[in-house]
């Protein structure tokens, strides 16, 4: 890895021919009708995730629970933040009905942080998961959990109602985590990630990474040591795109040929089980596929 990146170029004033966002489709849009009328949100919007269109028409949406404002001020999300409204009991069941409208087969169930929570909302997520099994059991229940703040009690909760996979994202480099979240920690991302392959072997665990923050190649190859060392099956590394001009600056882009070289190093030398890099990679893309690779289909 000693060769790349190559050595740092200006921004280009425009974004690359390989950063390409492609409009809803009207099959999207309908389906975004279908949300807004359960009252349901999801990452795929609130984070203007580039892939809406390919992962819904494939079966997958990623569900947004625990409301719309999150807790913490992260500078490279798109995210609301402020002072949360109270649960809403009837979240499960709604994101069970959307699951069946949409006619999903793997859904992904995230969360905003709530650092108001005495549980971080653990127990909304357990509940999402119980009932996405019960009603639904030809579906595949991926979650996307926040940090919890370290507290492996919140964590076991969710693990107790039996995801299939259980999916909490590093996003960057250590040297940039204060700054880009003020309101994390590191050693409470790894916490998480080790402490749920160390409780359920069985689960499958995930994470993902965005370049093009500051970090440098070296910083990169160690993070994502850190991820393999810490038991994670599956990791996804895509370009990070601010939201506005408020956002954390973008340092530089990756080119393609620089994603193509990260992904043989996690795959072939760190021996990830699923490897997804490229520039619009999400941390749900191509989730689907990563599970019944992993799983061998079964359920």
Same mark, same amino acid.
């Given at each position: 890895?000693?060769?790349?990146?190559?050595?740092?170029?200006?921004?280009?004033?425009?974004?690359?021919?390989?950063?390409?966002?492609?409009?809803?489709?009207?099959?999207?849009?309908?389906?975004?009708?279908?949300?807004?009328?359960?009252?349901?949100?999801?990452?795929?919007?609130?984070?203007?995730?580039?892939?809406?269109?390919?992962?819904?028409?494939?079966?997958?949406?990623?569900?947004?629970?625990?409301?719309?404002?999150?807790?913490?001020?992260?500078?490279?999300?798109?995210?609301?933040?402020?002072?949360?409204?109270?649960?809403?009991?009837?979240?499960?069941?709604?994101?069970?009905?959307?699951?069946?409208?949409?006619?999903?087969?793997?859904?992904?169930?995230?969360?905003?942080?709530?650092?108001?929570?005495?549980?971080?909302?653990?127990?909304?997520?357990?509940?999402?998961?119980?009932?996405? $099994?019960? =009603? %639904?059991?030809?579906?595949? *229940? @991926?979650?996307?959990?926040?940090?919890?703040?370290?507290?492996? &009690? /919140?964590?076991?909760?969710?693990?107790?109602?039996?995801?299939?996979?259980?999916?909490?994202?590093?996003?960057?480099?250590?040297?940039?985590?204060?700054?880009?979240?003020?309101?994390?920690?590191?050693?409470?991302?790894?916490?998480?990630?080790?402490?749920?392959?160390?409780?359920?072997?069985?689960?499958?665990?995930?994470?993902?990474?965005?370049?093009?923050?500051?970090?440098?190649?070296?910083?990169?190859?160690?993070?994502?040591?850190?991820?393999?060392?810490?038991?994670?099956?599956?990791?996804?590394?895509?370009?990070?795109?601010?939201?506005?001009?408020?956002?954390?600056?973008?340092?530089?882009?990756?080119?393609?040929?620089?994603?193509?070289?990260?992904?043989?190093?996690? $795959?072939? =030398? %760190?021996?990830?089980?699923? *490897? @997804?890099?490229?520039?619009?990679?999400?941390?749900?893309?191509? &989730? /689907?596929?990563?599970?019944?690779?992993?799983?061998?289909?079964?359920?």
């Amino acid at each position: 890895m000693s060769h790349w990146p190559p050595n740092v170029t200006p921004l280009p004033p425009r974004r690359p021919e390989w950063i390409k966002v492609r409009p809803l489709t009207a099959e999207a849009a309908q389906l975004r009708q279908l949300l807004d009328a359960q009252r349901l949100h999801t990452v795929c919007e609130e984070a203007r995730c580039p892939n809406r269109n390919e992962c819904w028409r494939g079966g997958t949406a990623t569900f947004l629970i625990l409301g719309e404002v999150c807790t913490r001020a992260c500078r490279f999300c798109a995210v609301r933040h402020g002072r949360p409204e109270p649960l809403d009991g009837a979240e499960p069941e709604r994101v069970v009905a959307a699951a069946r409208l949409m006619g999903l087969r793997h859904v992904v169930v995230t969360s905003v942080d709530r650092d108001d929570l005495p549980d971080g909302g653990a127990g909304v997520f357990a509940a999402v998961i119980r009932r996405l $099994r019960a =009603e %639904l059991p030809e579906c595949t *229940v @991926e979650v996307l959990v926040p940090d919890f703040r370290g507290r492996v &009690a /919140a964590l076991e909760e969710v693990i107790a109602a039996r995801p299939h996979v259980l999916g909490h994202n590093i996003e960057t480099v250590p040297r940039l985590f204060r700054a880009l979240m003020p309101q994390s920690r590191y050693h409470w991302s790894q916490t998480v990630l080790v402490a749920a392959k160390e409780r359920a072997a069985h689960i499958l665990t995930k994470s993902g990474l965005m370049v093009g923050l500051g970090e440098t190649a070296e910083e990169v190859v160690a993070t994502l040591t850190d991820l393999r060392a810490w038991g994670v099956d599956i990791v996804t590394v895509g370009q990070y795109l601010p939201p506005s001009r408020q956002h954390w600056p973008l340092a530089r882009y990756y080119t393609p040929e620089e994603f193509q070289t990260l992904r043989a190093f996690a $795959r072939d =030398e %760190l021996k990830f089980g699923w *490897v @997804e890099c490229a520039p619009l990679v999400r941390s749900s893309y191509r &989730a /689907a596929m990563a599970v019944e690779a992993l799983r061998g289909g079964g359920r």
